[in-house]
């Protein structure tokens, strides 16, 4: 068996690469929300600034929000797919067992 290629991706899916990304992405928005309600928590009220706890929290709720817009893509796709092959199936059953055959 031959070694493989620098050029092959070695059995990888064409997106691996991008939920790498993404993971980082998210780690990186969870991890700058901390920091900005941690900053929130530890100055004194004089000097943190107004948009210091709405940053935090929307960083920190970004993954929540990714995470529920994945879903309900793919329970629309999933839904949108079954409905598409439902009438074919169901009509190919019907005329294979209709009495006329």
Known sequence: MAPPQQGE???RPAGSALVWVVTALLLLAVLGGGGCLVAYVVLPPAESPAWIPAVGLSLVALPWA????TCAYRCVTTRSADRAVAPAAAGSIVSRNSPGS
């Open 66 to 69: 990714f995470w529920l817009a």
């Open 9 to 11: 991706q070695c059995g």
